[in-house]
């Protein structure tokens, strides 16, 4: 859009004659001691804006070249007395500098394998396996020399649920590679801990674990789950002292938060299992075939269909819709000595009256309309 810069502050042109002076009343208002009260106008003239002296005495030059009157162009440089404005026929692209935090490449390298690693979780379905994988995950990307994956074991201490090597290969799942102070002091406090060199860390080197196993640099990062501790990641590099920096903990706490969700929904699962095991055994005493029922009332009725099953006799099961007439009839099909031949479940109250006799007791071909073979009655069937 028009528009005239004067001091950096850019003045809109929306009329067709524009005033400009020092005087306050003026559109666009340009303070200087040679600055008339009213030094020119901006006139919108066949589509051009022209620029106008209102007086012989106002000085005007355009571009350095004076003038009383002259069309203006985009970029053109206008002076007043001893002031100068700037015209733009359109507004000046804004190059705005945007200082991006370089990412290096360490922290680039993780984020990637981290992406890579949640995708590969929908495709599987081992949790174990899932555990290793990440496991693999966190040796790679923190430089240490093994890993391990440690569980509260339902108040009965610990046990090392993973344990992996720089070579993607599994080791000894035991806790006596695993330093018992530092990850007392991660699970105590429910923080990260890392130790740069334990043999000499002032909090450490006291400890026995450390000096049997003379460790150089460890992380250990709890695996906390809506409030509960579910274990730890523990990894170590017995060679390298100082290795482990503030990114390398950030990674870890990271992949840390996607073990939590894999041992807790592995916990889940189990339990799911456990429950199903356990509701199954229960009813096996309260089934009769595919009934379910351990009251007095039903006792009786399974007595009942054991009894009428062995013998020849017809027998009528009356109760309301949806007590289970069918699941009776069945089961003492299932126990008699007919059992091998077939149970045919009629809907009597879906048959419309008129077809009755040809439903139970069949038809020959051309008995009526539409009988264009034999059939079977449900009485022949069964």
């Known amino acids: 859009m028009p ?11 929306v009329r067709k004659i524009t005033s400009i002076g020092a005087d306050r009343d003026n559109d666009v208002v340009v303070e200087g001691a040679e600055v008339a009260p009213t030094h020119a106008h901006i006139r919108l003239e066949g589509g051009r804006f022209v620029l106008v002296s209102t007086a012989r005495a106002n000085t005007l030059r355009v571009n350095g ?35 991006r935090d ?8 993780a984020y990637r394998r981290l992406l890579a690693f949640s995708t590969s979780l929908a495709q599987k379905q081992d949790v174990d396996a899932m555990l290793e994988a990440l496991m693999d995950e966190v040796v790679q990307l923190t430089g240490a020399d093994k890993g391990f994956l440690v569980l509260t ?18 080791m000894e799942a035991t806790l006596d590679h ?19 060199d334990a043999l000499n860390d002032t909090t450490f080197r006291a400890s026995a674990s450390v000096m049997q196993l003379k460790l150089c640099s460890v992380m250990c990062v709890p695996l906390v789950f809506a409030g509960e501790l579910l274990g730890l990641i523990y990894v170590g590099n017995d060679n390298v002292v100082n290795l482990f920096e503030q990114q390398h903990l950030d990674v870890l706490v990271v ?34 075939g595919s009934i379910v029922g351990s009251c007095d009332a039903m006792k009786a009725v399974f007595r009942k269909v054991e009894k009428v099953a062995a013998t020849d006799i017809n027998v009528l099961v009356l109760g309301e819709t949806g007590t289970g007439k069918e699941l009776i009839a069945r089961e003492i ?3 008699s000595p007919r059992a091998e031949g077939p149970f045919v479940a009629v809907n009597c109250g879906a048959i419309p009256e008129n077809l009755m006799e040809s439903e139970f007791f069949g038809y020959r071909k051309g008995a009526f309309t539409g009988a264009d073979s034999d059939r079977e009655g449900f009485f022949h069937v069964a």
Do not use: C, Y
């Not at 370089?102 to 390298?109: G, I, M, S």
């Not at 074991?153 to 599994?170: F, H, I, M, P």
């Open 3 to 13: 528009s005239l810069v004067v001091d950096g502050r850019s003045h809109l042109i």
């Open 65 to 99: 070249r004076k003038t009383r009157k002259h069309p203006l162009e985009h970029a053109d440089a206008i002076e007043l007395g001893d002031a100068t404005l700037r015209f733009n026929l359109w507004d000046e692209p804004t190059t705005i500098e945007v200082q």
């Open 102 to 109: 370089v990412v290096p490449q360490d922290e680039l390298k």
């Open 153 to 170: 074991n339902d108040g009965d201490g610990l046990r090392v649920q993973t344990a992996r090597n720089l070579n993607r290969e599994s």
């Open 178 to 196: 695993v330093s018992d102070s530092i990850i007392s002091r991660a699970m105590q406090a429910r923080e990260p801990v890392i130790v740069s």
């Open 255 to 288: 992949f840390a938060g996607q073990a939590a969700l894999l041992v807790q929904h592995a916990m889940q699962r189990a339990a799911l299992s456990q429950d199903n095991a356990r509701l199954r055994q229960a009813l096996e005493g309260e089934k009769f």
């Open 333 to 335: 099909h299932r126990r």
